[in-house]
């Protein structure tokens, strides 16, 4: 008999700060700095005479690269991931910038996930550093549980993880966020209105920037004021589809199950402008939203855990004519800069005689970054010269 959402018990563990992290035990002396992964061509620490390590500054840092993640403290200091090093350079330039390691980070993936099955075999895998699991067949109260998983992951790979524990995955996922780093978060269906309706839209996984930009102009900023918004308004704005999701999240109801076994053949962002654009006149505009789709493009593939071996490009023109070109490359790839160049040359191979109306960048040829043995691209920047 299938569970309600009443009865189920679904948890999401977070790994914090997770690269970061798996960094920070080859570098104990940088415990408590801030501190980002990422860019392109960044030295490794040197040794010195006395047996200190010298490490790269971010403020230091010149190219178009940029960060994987960041340490709290960096992002204490308004540094996050998918952020530009350049940008972020100015925010924090003494913060110590390090180059990615994916060996490690695939083989701490592999040995929390193991943890953690070891106690709890329902699992649902969102990507290298991330995991729901289903723990409502088990006896144990969840707090003893949170801690039995949390302990087993500490025990297994030396790193802390958060943990929220709730009726369904889109509430644990919220609830992993909330006492971040090392916490546990237990929600019960009453709990919504008094936890998670305070909370801003865009803590609501599936809410973009677009969307809370378009709320925000609404006047809904928080998840309350957006349960409390009639769904007919939110089906004008959003349509049928988008605004009933969106009365029904802000409740706090989510009845997706369990997917135990799933791989995505690809993943997308696409944008449809709110009027036709031309090539040559808004040349600026265009080049901008293209960047943002790539960027977003390349956190979804790092956030799921997922590298891409051939990178899509899809136009429509003002006419509804459609047009795709892709590229496969040698190496999988999955930096934002990368992923332009790549859909850049596909858009080099496109008659650009209209205006268009829709813009969309896609990553297939997935490989996943939790597997050992693959060859991934990390930030090359020579991969399109």
Known sequence: MRATSHSRRIAHLDMDAFFASVELLSYPELRGRPVVVGGRNVDAPLMR????????????????GVITTSTYEARA????????????????????????????????????????????????????????????????????????????????????????????????KIGSDLNKPNGVTILALDDVKTRIWPLATKKINGIGPKAYE????????????????????????????????????????????????????????????????????????????????CMRLADDLKRKGYASKTIG????????????RDVTLPVAIFDGADIRKAAGACLKRVALTQKIRLLGVRASGLVSLSEPGQEVAVLQGDLFN
């Open 77 to 172: 200091l308004g540094v996050f991931s998918a952020m530009g090093l350049m940008r972020s350079a100015k925010l924090a330039p003494d913060a110590v910038i390090l180059p990615a390691n994916f060996d490690a980070y695939r083989e701490k993936s592999r040995q929390f996930k193991e943890a953690v099955a070891a106690i709890a075999p329902n699992i649902e895998n969102r990507g290298i550093d991330e995991i729901y699991i289903d723990l409502t067949d088990m006896e144990e109260d969840s707090h003893t549980l949170a801690q039995r998983l949390k302990q087993a992951v500490f025990d297994a790979t030396g790193l802390t993880c958060s943990i929220g524990i709730t009726p369904n995955k889109l509430l644990s």
């Open 313 to 324: 490009l899809k136009l429509r023109y003002a006419d509804f004519r459609s047009v795709t």
């Open 214 to 293: 378009k709320l925000t102009g609404l006047g809904i900023h928080t998840i309350g004021e957006l349960a409390n918004t009639p769904p007919a308004l939110l089906v004008q704005h959003f349509g049928i589809s988008n605004g009933e999701w969106l009365s029904r999240v802000a409740h706090g109801i989510d009845e997706r199950p369990m997917v135990l076994a799933s791989e995505p053949k690809s993943i997308s962002r696409e944008s449809t402008f709110e009027k036709d654009l031309h090539v040559r006149h808004d040349r600026a505009e265009l080049s901008d939203i293209f960047t943002a789709l």
């Open 49 to 64: 005479a006395d047996g200190s390590r010298q490490f790269a500054r971010l403020g230091d840092y010149v190219g178009r």
